[in-house]
């Protein structure tokens, strides 16, 4: 093979390569927002079906968690 026949060669599979990778990460990135989407849905059930009762619920999660690392901002 020509040396110009290789490089190119070369940078086609570095191409795929790359391409697999993208793939992937998309892939894995799709099945986290995937599964946050259900476990957010599960969190709307269990609070009746409200929204904002589940947003409330993160907030005081957050703030418990916040007070518990010793953050001095956890209670504003």
Do not use: C, W
């Amino acid at each position: 093979m020509s040396k110009e026949l290789l490089e190119r060669t070369d940078i086609m599979y570095t191409d795929f390569i790359a391409q697999v990778a993208i793939q992937q990460h998309e892939n894995e990135l799709t099945e986290r927002l995937e599964r946050r989407r259900v476990a957010a849905e599960r969190a709307v059930v269990e609070h009746g079906g409200e929204r904002l009762a589940v947003i409330a619920h993160l907030a005081r999660q957050a703030r418990a968690t916040r007070a518990a690392a010793g953050n001095p901002h956890a209670a504003h």
